[in-house]
């Protein structure tokens, strides 16, 4: 049994959802998002209430395919009413961040500048070495901030590189002198 599939998801007012076929569709005032839902789970849109069941009781990855549906949809309204943001943290002399049009410019101490073509549907601010990445989609949000982060992990001695904004790095000592 899934405890999040049984869940129900409220949807605000302002916002529509609506269910053809396997597709779901949710509409709000930041924007709009459609996915698929295919398989053996079952989607009831009553009012303002969306409800999940699963067609096969007992069954372990249908009940894994029950929570995971129902946390796509709570995201998806979630994402169409407030907008998800990730801020990353850019540390280390000479690293510079801003942003031209599409694109995201990147000094990363490397003997090239590194660019990196922001995807549609995401906002991109870059200011003081501070990256905010703001979207409907979760998952594309988390995704590029963490495509991101790749390009310079923080490193454990001078701390140097991308962290998020909440994370705290393990700091090591490094070499003692004699």
Same mark, same amino acid.
């Given at each position: 049994?899934?405890?999040?599939?049984?869940?129900? $998801? =409220?949807?605000?007012?302002?916002?529509?959802?609506? *269910?053809?076929?396997?597709?779901?569709? $949710?509409?709000? &005032?930041?924007?709009?998002?459609?996915?698929?839902? &295919?398989? /053996?789970?079952?989607?009831?849109?009553?009012?303002?209430?969306?409800?999940?069941? /699963?067609?096969? %009781?007992?069954?372990?990855?249908?009940?894994? @395919?029950?929570?995971?549906?129902?946390?796509?949809?709570?995201?998806?309204?979630?994402?169409? !009413? %407030?907008?998800? !943001?990730?801020?990353?943290? @850019?540390?280390?002399?000479?690293?510079?961040?801003?942003?031209?049009?599409?694109? @995201?410019?990147?000094?990363?101490?490397?003997?090239? &500048?590194?660019?990196?073509?922001? /995807? %549609?549907? *995401? =906002? $991109?601010?870059?200011?003081?070495?501070?990256?905010?990445? !703001?979207?409907?989609?979760?998952? *594309?949000?988390?995704?590029?901030?963490?495509?991101?982060?790749?390009?310079?992990? /923080?490193? &454990?001695?001078?701390?140097?590189?991308?962290?998020?904004?909440?994370? $705290?790095?393990?700091?090591?000592?490094?070499?003692?002198?004699?």
């Amino acid at each position: 049994m899934s405890r999040i599939g049984k869940q129900t $998801v =409220i949807v605000p007012a302002g916002t529509e959802v609506s *269910l053809s076929g396997s597709t779901l569709s $949710v509409k709000g &005032p930041k924007g709009s998002l459609v996915r698929n839902f &295919p398989g /053996p789970v079952t989607i009831h849109i009553n009012g303002s209430e969306i409800t999940f069941t /699963p067609n096969k %009781e007992g069954d372990r990855s249908v009940n894994a @395919l029950w929570g995971t549906y129902a946390s796509h949809v709570k995201n998806m309204v979630i994402g169409v !009413t %407030e907008a998800y !943001t990730k801020k990353l943290i @850019l540390e280390g002399v000479g690293f510079k961040s801003e942003v031209a049009g599409k694109m @995201l410019n990147l000094a990363l101490g490397f003997s090239h &500048p590194v660019k990196v073509e922001i /995807p %549609e549907g *995401l =906002i $991109v601010t870059a200011e003081k070495n501070n990256i905010t990445i !703001t979207g409907i989609d979760k998952e *594309l949000v988390g995704s590029f901030t963490a495509s991101v982060r790749a390009m310079k992990k /923080p490193e &454990p001695y001078k701390g140097k590189g991308f962290r998020y904004n909440d994370e $705290v790095i393990r700091r090591k000592q490094g070499k003692k002198a004699a």
